[in-house]
């Protein structure tokens, strides 16, 4: 009765029954949290209340590509930055995962492929998956920095190649692509007439945030380029459902891309009237949270580096973003010290497998949570890390 591609396994992993039986039983630490409604931000919920009910009064215009003003607060939000965007070129959608749905739909046919860097975002299996395309992994390269690995790239494209995604900041690793690895991304899709996607839902967060111009893609000019971002981490405002994709590239490639959205999108109209008309007040209202969150994240990242440091241990080198990785000690495998970790100091992390970090055993922390919480969780998991090394692997 039912299809293929929804009889994957839907059974949870044994690190998330031990949370679920620990959460059930204790208050946790949990330096997983990235939903930012649940850390204690001091956000002016109100102010959100009122601009979402004002929108509310306005009349329903059906637009498959956004109403004009919630395109022009797009393109304003980047002027803001020091990017010019065009009105014209921005789709709207109700998330980020929507916006990849529909590249991967309007770039590839089923069995083609979209190529991506590992570590990142786990969610990119499924939402090929969901799209039939083929994820084509390469992995990047640690040497003190993230950096692409030339060698792993090119086996990464084919014929197929319809897509390279990119993540900057990325998640988990919180980096950006330097001047030459954006360079080779970029004449990789050249060379294969395929095209960027790149997702900078965490761009507002870079550690020298005056960087964003020069980083993001939306100012791309020489190939046809999908920038992604949206309201849950730019507003912190996850529930409200709004997403963009800027498009820009060759003119006649980013028209007719548009076209193509449009006809797609026509079918779905999937953001609702309200959260549109609010969004200049939204993003107006965003710069304030975003002051806030990048010193909480400055916070808790230079605690993670400080006790880590005394500790002996690593903290990957960053540019920014949400998340930070934490080398274990030698010995430890990093599922089986996450285990440990809930049931014997109550502390929560996704160990590093889970997004493809696998060139030694670490573990991926949210910044997010309130620094209390933030400090008590990381100085249980360094006094369960060391002195001694756990269980060896297997
Ligand atoms: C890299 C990346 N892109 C997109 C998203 C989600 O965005 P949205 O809520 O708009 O689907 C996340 C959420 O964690 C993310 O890490």
């Not at 959608?93 to 916006?99: G, M, P």
């Not at 990849?100 to 299996?125: C, I, M, N, Q």
């Not at 959205?261 to 999937?270: G, I, K, W, Y």
């Not at 209390?372 to 100085?379: K, L, T, W």
Request: glycine residues 6%; aromatic residues 8%.
């Amino acid at each position: 009765m039912f299809s293929r591609r929804t009889s994957g396994p839907r059974e949870p992993n044994p690190l998330t029954r031990a949370i679920a039986e620990a959460r059930a039983r204790f208050d946790l630490w949990d330096l997983t949290e990235s939903n930012p409604t649940r850390v204690q931000l001091p956000m002016d919920r109100a102010a959100v209340a009122a601009a979402l009910a004002k929108g509310a009064e306005a009349d329903y215009v059906p637009a498959p590509l956004g109403a004009d003003l919630a395109r022009e607060a797009v393109a304003d939000y980047y002027s803001r930055r020091g990017v010019a965007v065009d009105p014209a070129r921005v789709m709207l959608t109700a998330t980020t995962s929507e916006a990849y749905a529909y590249l991967f739909r309007l770039l590839a046919d089923p069995g083609e492929e979209v190529v991506a860097a590992t570590p990142s975002y786990p969610l990119f299996g499924a939402l090929a998956e969901a799209a039939e395309v083929k994820l084509s992994p390469h992995a990047m390269l640690y040497d003190g920095r993230w950096r692409l690995d030339p060698t792993a790239l090119a086996a990464a494209l084919s014929p197929r190649t319809r897509a390279l995604l990119t993540v900057g900041p990325n998640n988990p690793t919180g980096s950006c692509l330097g001047p030459v690895d954006r360079r080779r991304l970029v004449q990789a899709a050249l060379t294969r007439g395929a095209a960027v996607i790149s997702d900078e839902v965490f761009l507002d967060y870079l550690d020298a945030p005056e960087r964003f111009a020069a980083t993001s893609f939306a100012r791309e000019a020489e190939t046809l380029t999908f920038t992604l971002s949206g309201l849950s981490k730019v507003a912190a405002l996850p529930h409200l459902k709004l997403s963009w994709v800027v498009v820009n590239g060759p003119p006649e490639q980013a028209a007719e891309a548009m076209d193509r959205l449009e006809h797609m999108a026509d079918t779905f109209l999937s953001v609702g009237t309200p959260v549109q008309e609010a969004l200049p007040r939204l993003l107006e209202q965003a710069e304030e949270t975003q002051d806030f969150l990048r010193g909480r994240l400055w916070e808790n990242g230079d605690h993670l580096r400080d006790v880590a440091r005394r500790a002996g241990l690593t903290v990957r080198a960053r540019d920014g973003g949400w998340y930070a990785v934490l080398d274990l000690p030698d010995g430890w495998d990093d599922e089986a010290f996450a285990l440990e970790l809930v049931t014997r100091a109550q502390v929560v992390v996704q160990p590093g497998y889970l997004f493809d970090l696998e060139d030694r055993p670490a573990v991926v922390l949210s910044l997010l949570p309130a620094p209390e919480v933030f400090q008590e969780g990381v100085d249980r998991l360094i006094s369960l890390a060391l002195p001694g090394p756990g269980p060896k692997d297997g």
